[in-house]
């Protein structure tokens, strides 16, 4: 430690312990994979680590790793993302001792820990802890909170000087330590190289027979670097899921955070109880969010846009004064300003609207990239398809983009009438200026400024009606009222 001055800002990298199961969740799935506010709950933890200022994070993985690190590398942003496998969980000192296995070689700044089981955990607490932790100069900080009742935490035992002395675990411990209302959260910031060598001396002499973390306060102690226990005001934040009716309390009281900074910053929530808004959403002030609302992920809605209810929005970029009318599902696409969705409206990635688009019911579109003031206002798929300006879609229009083994491409024009129940058998391309006549099927390039018609021409057989119902003995009145026979 001696090359630190205290000037000099050490660097700052992180290890999330997130190997374990989670048995009292009951779930073949990892404890950390359950979702909290529309994500896995590891991802939070990644998060609030990365705002913290962490450089470098290592997730220590063992249980469904695979999928455990998908969630974590979504969630790293500008953080160079680390994965460990622990394949022997003894214990969480033995997964901090693999997670410092996997910082960059050499590295002698500061080691945040975390716990992967901790969504409420937000960056600006850790950066407060981290500015505390610094400005001690301590080898090792801790942070802990005082409770009524321990319950099955870590007991923060003090010297008589009130400096900690160590953690000790309800299980190993004593009647009167027992009695200590002073919890460990199990979030610590160490030295790298002090953190090695603790960790290299861990033994596993306790009820659990584990490596256990916690161990390294007393090993500070006795090595007179003095650790310290930075007391949190509010225990809330370090609450850990351990069971579904936490996970669900959480979500509860996450949601509610959520609602009331957007409502206090401007936004209108019809109904805040049935309002599932990411925390990573940017909501616009006269936003009007009406109910049975989820906006998942990180989407962005612009001023004065209104969305009825009944929606599912994830990633999107809404711009201002739009209009979801009942009913919208729309994933990782951009709807441009004054543009009029739904009902009943189906965005998948990729569709770009320009502005000033209408979108209508039952309406898919996917990758489709749609020009300012077009409208699909009626029953249409539009897949794999660039659209001018100024376009009609009729109702009914396909693009017919899938031949069964690749997508193709549909383009049309500027100011183009497309006519109801037109099929676009891609790969196409349509001129601008273009009126398809209502029933069409498309099958080659049509020029700039044609009509374009793929009719047969009508044909009509007078009272074959009549001929063909008298084939199948019927008079005409099958259709109709004919009383029914009665079956008694
Ligand atoms: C731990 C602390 C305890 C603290 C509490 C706060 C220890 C010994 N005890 O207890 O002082 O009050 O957290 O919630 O650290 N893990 C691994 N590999 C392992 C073991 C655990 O990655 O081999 C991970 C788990 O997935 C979990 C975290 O470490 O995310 C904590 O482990 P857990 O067994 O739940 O510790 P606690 O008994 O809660
Ligand atoms: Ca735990």
Redesign the pocket.
């Given at each position: 430690m001696a090359g630190h001055s205290r000037m000099e800002p050490r660097g700052l990298a992180a290890i999330v312990?997130?190997?374990?199961l989670?048995t009292r969740m009951r779930s073949r799935r990892a404890k950390?994979l359950h979702e909290i506010g529309g994500g896995a709950m590891v991802a939070r933890t990644i998060r609030a680590l990365a705002d913290a200022g962490a450089a470098q994070i290592v997730a220590?993985l063992?249980y469904q790793a695979r999928e455990v690190e998908a969630a974590v590398r979504a969630a790293a942003r500008n953080a160079a993302m680390a994965v460990a496998i622990?394949d022997d969980?003894?214990?969480?000192g033995?997964?901090a001792r693999v997670g410092m296995g996997a910082l960059a070689p050499g590295y002698d700044g500061d080691v945040l820990i975390a716990?992967?089981?901790m969504p409420m955990l937000t960056g600006t607490t850790l950066r407060e802890f981290l500015r505390a932790h610094r400005e001690s100069d301590a080898a090792l900080s801790f942070i802990s909170v005082v409770l009524r009742d321990g319950g099955?935490?870590?007991r923060v035992i003090r010297d008589p000087n009130g400096d900690p002395l160590a953690?000790v675990?309800a299980r190993d411990a004593s009647a009167t330590e027992l009695g200590v209302g002073e919890?460990?959260?199990?979030i610590y910031i160490a030295r790298a190289d002090f953190l090695r060598h603790a960790l290299a001396g861990l033994e596993p002499r306790n009820a659990q027979h584990e490596f256990?973390?916690?161990d390294i306060v007393a090993a500070a102690h006795s090595r007179g670097l003095q650790p310290r226990a930075w007391q949190a005001p509010d225990g809330a934040e370090f609450a850990?899921v351990n069971t579904r009716e936490e996970l669900a309390s959480m979500e509860t009281i996450l949601r509610d955070q959520v609602n009331r900074r957007l409502m206090a910053a401007g936004v209108t929530i019809v109904d805040p109880a049935s309002a599932y808004i990411s925390d990573q959403a940017e909501i616009a002030a006269d936003v009007i969010i009406g109910p049975n609302v989820q906006i998942l992920g990180r989407c962005r809605i612009g001023a004065e846009t209104r969305i009825e209810g009944t929606a599912w929005l994830k990633d999107v970029e809404i711009g201002e004064r739009c209009h979801l009318k009942l009913g919208v599902r729309a994933e990782e696409c951009r709807i441009g300003a004054d543009s009029e969705i739904g009902p009943f409206a189906n965005l998948r990635a990729g569709t770009e609207l320009e502005g000033h688009n209408r979108i209508g019911n039952f309406v898919e579109t996917k990758k489709a990239k749609i020009g300012r003031g077009t409208k699909a206002s009626h029953l249409s798929y539009l897949g794999d398809t660039t659209i001018g300006r100024d376009t009609n879609v009729g109702c009914g229009v396909i693009t017919v983009n899938y031949d069964g083994y690749e997508k193709h491409h549909t383009q049309i024009g500027d100011r183009c009438m497309i006519g109801c129940d037109t099929q676009l058998i891609a790969p196409i391309k349509v001129g601008s200026d273009v009126y398809v006549a209502a029933g069409a099927t498309i099958v080659r390039e049509v020029a700039d400024g044609a009509l374009v018609m793929s009719h047969h021409p009508q044909r009509e057989k007078p009272g074959w009606t009549a001929t063909w119902r008298k084939r199948h003995g019927d008079d005409g009145t099958k259709h109709h009222d004919a009383p029914k026979p009665t079956s008694k």
């Open positions: 312990l997130a190997a374990g989670g950390v220590v063992g622990q969980q003894r214990g969480t033995a997964a716990y992967g089981d099955a935490y870590g953690i675990e919890i460990n959260t199990g256990y973390l916690t850990g």
